[in-house]
């Protein structure tokens, strides 16, 4: 059992990112957790940090319970080493994932994100993972993390229009969607840009999926 937790209290976000998952890996089995005590969304250093406790007692609660593997559903990589160091079992950050399956495609990716405010965070997790020498750009679509949800086409037209102007800027061999809301970006996204698109939470399926 493969455990995603969704760090905030979106039920909707934690379906499709558990939808996503079972896709990209159909023979492994996974559950989908929402933090109910969570934010709505975590835009940003004090949202993750708001979220931190409750993610933590869920973390305990999959391991206590056998998972073989526990998903943290939230690019910002929330809590990501406190909660290794309370798993008996590999955890695995949906950002870190795409950031390391990025750099098997080629030397440099750029990231495309929600808010400005989630820019400093991606970086320096990014910089932590020893991979900002792979790195292009961080760049932010200026969309919030609800409004993927609660108007699609506007924000997906939005997200698509910063990663084409990646795909045509940055030089680089991947572009990261950097929110697990934008599982459905990548299908939106394909047909007019040729750089591999990379979603978190799919490749943290598919890492986790190994355990």
Same mark, same amino acid.
């Given at each position: @059992?493969?455990? +995603?937790?969704?760090?905030n ?7 499709? @990112?558990?939808?996503?998952?079972? &896709? ?20 940003g !250093?004090? $949202?993750?940090?708001? &979220?931190?406790?409750? %993610? %933590?007692? %869920?973390?305990?609660?999959?391991s206590?319970?056998?998972a073989s ?10 809590? +990501? ?19 390391? @399956?990025? *750099? ?9 994100? =929600? +808010? ?11 910089d ?13 679509? $200026? ?10 086409? &506007? ?6 229009? !910063?990663i084409? &102007? ?5 030089a ?6 950097g929110c697990?809301? @934008? ?5 939106? *996204?394909?047909p007019?840009?040729?750089t591999?698109l990379i ?6 399926? %598919?890492?986790?999926? =190994?355990?």
């Amino acid at each position: @059992m493969i455990v +995603l937790i969704n760090p905030n209290s979106t039920e909707t976000m934690t379906k499709a @990112m558990l939808q996503t998952a079972q &896709a990209a890996a159909p023979h492994a089995r996974f559950e989908g957790w929402t933090s109910h005590d969570g934010p709505a969304s975590i835009q940003g !250093e004090a $949202d993750g940090i708001a &979220a931190t406790p409750a %993610l %933590l007692k %869920l973390v305990g609660q999959a391991s206590d319970q056998g998972a073989s593997a526990i998903i943290i559903g939230c690019f910002d990589d929330t809590a +990501l080493s406190q909660a290794r160091e309370i798993a008996a079992c590999p955890v695995i950050g949906i950002g870190q994932a795409a950031y390391h @399956m990025a *750099a098997l495609y080629g030397p440099k990716f750029s990231v495309v994100t =929600t +808010l400005p405010i989630s820019v400093p965070v991606l970086k320096t997790n990014i910089d932590n993972y020893g991979l900002s020498g792979h790195l292009g750009k961080v760049r932010a679509s $200026d969309v919030p993390v609800l409004a993927i949800e609660t108007d699609p086409d &506007a924000s997906a037209t939005k997200i698509i229009a !910063e990663i084409r &102007a990646a795909n045509d800027e940055d030089a680089v061999q991947s572009i990261v969607l950097g929110c697990g809301g @934008m599982v459905d970006i990548e299908r939106k *996204a394909a047909p007019v840009v040729q750089t591999k698109l990379i979603d978190g939470v799919t490749a943290a399926a %598919l890492f986790a999926s =190994t355990f």
